[in-house]
């Protein structure tokens, strides 16, 4: 299908978004052979960095900020436009707008745009001196320069792993913390009830002060400096910094117009990381990787799937860059098995599959008591996930059973589990419950929420 | 037929040369039961499904019929190595708490000027000779210095190290034909008494740290506190012995391999930025250890469409694995710049290589040094005369002659 004039390996491509995913894709195109111009455009004025020592090695003054770049692999022969938006898409002109009034035009695009922190939903809270989010460098900057200075106490709004991080590192710093989480326990939109009660008790052994089922109805300062916090079971904190970690808004505003299927859950793509427009129908000429993008999983009812995941980022773009450049029956679908790691509170946590789709969970190795185990998730009789708390080394073995769909609970006789473990519900709450966005969203079959409407009225 | 089964074949002293025309058979036969009703396994991604497996042991004890595999132990527990978690999972971290990451990050990394001093004054003393045996001469002490020096073993004492050493790993030596009790039997003597030698040294350090591993062992404690004394002399012994004789091969495999590729020692000499990526090669293509001889499932694990019952012994052919090309692209091809590459060298999982970012870092410098300062070297026989141990293979004797060297 592809022509001679294009041939994949010449052309112009325009990524947008500087992060793991652009960059990633941007030296795989080159790696390919990719000859043609090649621009990357990022709101950030910053390189393309890593984002997960943000929550860990940097909150702990271990490593600087500014020393948390991406290696690159290879110099990549690419223009750099950084610390510039963009503003919109013309897919009929093919062109890219930027806010500083640029036009980019290009054969292909690739969105990976990524998310931003959700903020304080009160904007005048949220600009009180001491009320932070954590996302960019700069953010981490900020926060662990605040650290550094001793504060009398941190509050954390939400426990998701980005904030239960935050308040381990406050807790290694030997500072006083405050954990509010609307849901039952930390991490139990991600991980479901067993490993969610495993983590408060795991948060309260180290001191954290963890206030669940709560929300944090308003931010109180004075003279502009934040104070503290009501929370709505009527008690009130003293805080001298409050870190907003309510998960992750996906950057897709830009895309309004541009007829593609972009919405607040990302932008819906095949599994050949190619865009759909608004009415479900596939481009050729737009594609999609990262934390933006919503893809199908095979694994998982093809239902739509959203990962917040530093591998799947780099999974992702590497597909959709070989895809970029290569005719159709050469291109690779986006297949791999959701993973992704934490680590707080002294223990390693690594996932893989999507803890969330599923009814059931047994502990497979070890045990809560010990703090080291693998806990394995089914759906349906089937094993959809796996999550170990310093076993990661494990996980390669429950990933081939999630792969080929092998039935759960798995088979008994683990060394370290003689006896028959037995499986619970895994109490996956409903998202709309938690303070913190789940970082693995399952978002239906439909590319886009205005198709479903248009079904309906048609219907 | 019973003597000339494939693992017999494999195991053939005759063979030892060259192994992998016997591991091309045996990929093709898939996960083949022996006559002797051991299972072999030498297809990459069945050898990965089972070091991945939480249901297969590595305790002898659960062999149906342990057979003299215990006699090979001694009058010892097993070390780490032949343990299941979580009992493994705890001795592991107590010992790699003075020697890696998390709380020792740097130790391995420290010890490069060393390595590279120890490998240029055995280099040193190479000058006016026109033959050398590179495993005599270089690719033996250099890496039992360093592992003596890291573990505290005084140097005096590495001909006893060598003589157990040897005797331990002729206890692994499974060729048909021969005595293999005797053998076992004297590796467990062997292994007992460097054990008490160990432990001995280990004591004297108590008190007065020398700032070596056997020290950190009996000083230092983790929140899981140190090692029982058994336990400590069963993975002092383990450490030592791991510790260097998986490495000589390493060093001495990858010269063989480098002088029958002259293109690749070529280029490794104009790009010496090549050899981790090289070394990495030389892991997959001639690895140190060639197979994992005593595996066994805690129950019927069905592996490669048979069904491996509980307590049979498991031999998981390591070397064939990295040569299956259903995994490795031109797998017979030595390529130095190979990108994914993800052998077994090392082995994978729980038992992944305990020394591994160790031997990483002695083989590159060994072979670095020797690609450096060796000039035209000439190997005079090929193949070379290898050791007995179809396990831990390499050549006994590699000699090279240095042709209008300095």
Same mark, same amino acid.
């Given at each position: ?459 | ?126 000058r006016g000779k026109d033959r050398i045996d590179l495993v005599d001469d270089f690719a033996y002490p250099l890496p039992v210095t360093v592992i003596c020096g890291l573990l ?152 490669? $469409? &048979?069904?491996?019952?509980? @307590? !049979? +012994? /498991?031999?998981?052919?390591? =070397? ?5 090309? #259903? ?21 994978? $999982? &729980?038992?992944?290589?305990? @020394? !591994? +970012? /160790?031997?990483?870092?002695? =083989? ?5 040094? #020797? ?36």
């Open positions: 299908m592809a022509g001679e004039g294009w041939g994949g390996h010449s052309g112009r491509i325009v990524i947008v978004g500087a992060s793991l995913a652009g960059l990633r894709a941007a030296e795989t195109l080159r790696a390919e052979g990719f000859g043609g111009s090649l621009t990357v455009v990022g709101d950030e004025p910053h390189p393309p960095y890593d984002r997960p020592p943000l929550s860990k090695q940097v909150l702990l003054g271990r490593v600087r900020a500014a020393d948390a770049g991406l290696p690159r692999r290879h110099a990549v022969d690419a223009r750099w436009k950084l610390g510039v938006r963009a503003s919109g898409l013309d897919p009929v002109e093919k062109r890219v707008l930027l806010a500083d009034g640029e036009h980019l035009p290009f054969d292909r695009l690739l969105i990976a745009t990524g998310t931003r922190a959700r903020p304080w939903p009160q904007s005048d809270e949220a600009r009180l001196d001491g009320v932070l989010t954590l996302r960019t460098l700069d953010d981490a900057a900020r926060l662990a320069e605040r650290l550094d200075a001793g504060p009398r106490r941190v509050l954390v709004i939400g426990a998701g792993f980005t904030g239960s991080e935050i308040a381990s590192a406050c807790r290694e710093r030997g500072l006083a913390v405050t954990v509010a989480e609307r849901g039952p326990a930390p991490l139990v939109g991600a991980l479901g009830g067993t490993l969610g009660a495993f983590a408060a008790k795991l948060q309260r052994a180290h001191g954290v002060d963890l206030r669940c089922g709560v929300t944090v109805t308003a931010l109180r300062g004075s003279g502009g400096r934040l104070t503290g916090a009501d929370l709505s079971d009527g008690t009130r904190i003293d805080a001298d910094i409050a870190v907003v970690a309510l998960g992750a808004v996906r950057n897709t505003e830009w895309l309004a117009g541009s007829g593609l299927a972009a919405g607040p859950r990302g932008v819906a793509c095949d599994a050949g990381c190619r865009a759909f427009n608004m009415y479900g129908i596939v481009t050729d000429d737009v594609f999609v990787a990262g934390d933006v993008a919503r893809f199908p999983h095979p694994l998982f009812e093809y239902q739509m799937l959203s990962l917040e995941h530093w591998g799947n980022a780099v999974a992702q773009a590497e597909v959709a860059a070989h895809n970029m450049v290569s005719p159709g029956p050469r291109r690779r679908p986006h297949l791999t098995v959701p993973a992704f790691w934490s680590s707080q509170f002294g223990l390693n946590i690594k996932s893989v599959g999507v803890p969330t789709f599923s009814d059931q969970v047994v502990i497979a190795q070890g045990s809560l008591k010990e703090g080291r185990l693998v806990a394995v998730y089914g759906y349906r009789g089937r094993v959809t996930a796996a999550v170990s708390v310093n076993r990661a080394k494990w996980l390669e073995h429950y990933r081939t059973l999630i792969e080929s769909a092998a039935p759960f609970p798995p088979p008994a006789g683990a060394a370290d589990r003689p006896e028959s473990p037995v499986p619970v519900p895994s109490d996956v709450p409903d998202p709309k419950v938690l303070s913190h966005g789940p970082t693995v969203a399952l978002t239906g079959h439909l590319p886009d929420r205005r198709l479903a409407v248009v079904v309906r009225q048609s219907g | 037929m019973s003597t000339d089964t494939l693992f017999h074949r494999i195991t053939d002293y005759a063979h030892r040369a060259d192994p992998y025309p016997l591991y091309a058979e045996l990929r093709e036969n898939g996960v083949a039961r022996q006559e002797d009703g051991s299972y072999l396994v030498g297809t990459y991604h069945e050898i990965a499904a089972l070091l991945h497996d939480p249901r297969i042991s590595s305790d002898v004890r659960h062999l149906t019929d342990p057979g003299d595999a215990l006699l090979r132990v001694g009058d010892l527990p097993p070390s780490f190595i032949g343990l299941d978690d979580p009992e493994h999972d705890r001795q592991r971290r107590i010992v790699m708490r003075p020697f890696g990451p998390p709380h020792s990050p740097g130790r391995i990394d420290a010890l490069h000027g060393d390595i590279t001093r120890i490998a240029r004054e055995l280099i040193d003393a190479f505290g073993v005084p140097r005096e004492d590495v001909p006893h190290v060598r003589a157990w050493t040897n005797a331990v790993i002729a206890g692994l030596d499974f060729t048909p034909g021969t005595d293999p009790q005797r053998r076992r039997r004297a590796a467990g003597e062997a292994r007992t008494a460097m054990a008490h030698y160990l432990e001995e040294l280990a004591g004297s350090r108590r008190g007065h740290p020398s700032g070596d591993l056997l020290s950190a062992l009996v000083n230092d404690a983790g929140p899981e506190g140190q090692l029982t004394t058994p336990e400590l002399m069963t993975n002092a012994v383990l450490l030592l012995i791991a510790g260097h004789e998986t490495t000589v091969n390493l060093i001495t495999n990858g010269m063989l391999t480098f002088l029958r590729h002259p293109d690749v020692l070529a280029r490794l000499r104009d790009e010496p930025e090549l050899m981790p990526s090289a070394v990495e090669e030389l892991l997959r293509y001639e690895p140190p250890v060639q197979l994992l001889p005593q595996r066994t499932p805690l129950t019927d694990v069905e592996v490669g $469409g &048979i069904t491996v019952p509980r @307590g !049979a +012994p /498991l031999v998981l052919v390591l =070397a064939a694995g990295n040569r299956d090309p #259903l995994r490795f692209a031109d797998p017979d091809r030595f390529d130095p710049a190979r990108q994914d590459n993800q052998h077994f060298g090392f082995g994978s $999982g &729980i038992h992944n290589c305990f @020394g !591994a +970012p /160790l031997a990483r870092i002695e =083989a590159r410098i060994a072979l670095t040094e #020797l690609l450096r300062h060796l000039d035209t070297p000439r190997l005079v026989e090929d193949p070379p005369p290898y050791r007995r141990s179809p396990v831990l293979r390499g050549p006994r004797h590699l000699l090279v002659d240095r042709v209008g060297g300095g």
